[in-house]
C-alpha cells in the first residue's frame, strides 16, 4: 500500500517540477491581470471624486500621483493625461 503512494508521491513531485515554469508564468499574469483591475477601480473612484461637487482636491491629487506611480504599466495615455488633467485643473470651487 506505500509502495503506489510513493510511487504516485514522486510522480506528482516531477509533474511540479516540470510545469513550474508554466505555474510562475501563470501566476505572474494573473498578479498583472489582478493589477490592471485595480487600476481600473482607483481610476473609477477618482473620477467619482471629481464628479462631486464638494470635491477633495488634496485627496484628488494623491490619488493622481498614486495611480501614475502605480499604474503607469496598465493604463492608456488617454487615462493618463485625463489623470494630469485632474491633477492640473482641481479647484474645490467648481
Known amino acids: 500500500m506505500k509502495k503506489p503512494l510513493l510511487l504516485f508521491t514522486i510522480l506528482?513531485?516531477?509533474?511540479?517540477?516540470?510545469?513550474?515554469?508554466?505555474?510562475?508564468?501563470?501566476?505572474?499574469?494573473?498578479?498583472?491581470?489582478?493589477?490592471?483591475?485595480?487600476?481600473?477601480?482607483?481610476?473609477?473612484?477618482?473620477?467619482?471624486?471629481?464628479?462631486?461637487?464638494?470635491?477633495?482636491?488634496e485627496e484628488i491629487k494623491s490619488d493622481v500621483a498614486k495611480i501614475l506611480k502605480t499604474c503607469k504599466d496598465f493604463i492608456s495615455e488617454e487615462q493618463k493625461a485625463q489623470l494630469e488633467f485632474y491633477s492640473a485643473n482641481c479647484d474645490a470651487d467648481n
Open 12 to 57: 506528482l513531485l516531477g509533474l511540479c517540477t516540470l510545469s513550474n515554469c508554466n505555474v510562475k508564468d501563470t501566476i505572474d499574469e494573473l498578479s498583472d491581470t489582478q493589477k490592471a483591475l485595480d487600476c481600473i477601480n482607483l481610476i473609477e473612484d477618482i473620477d467619482e471624486k471629481w464628479d462631486k461637487q464638494d470635491r477633495d482636491c
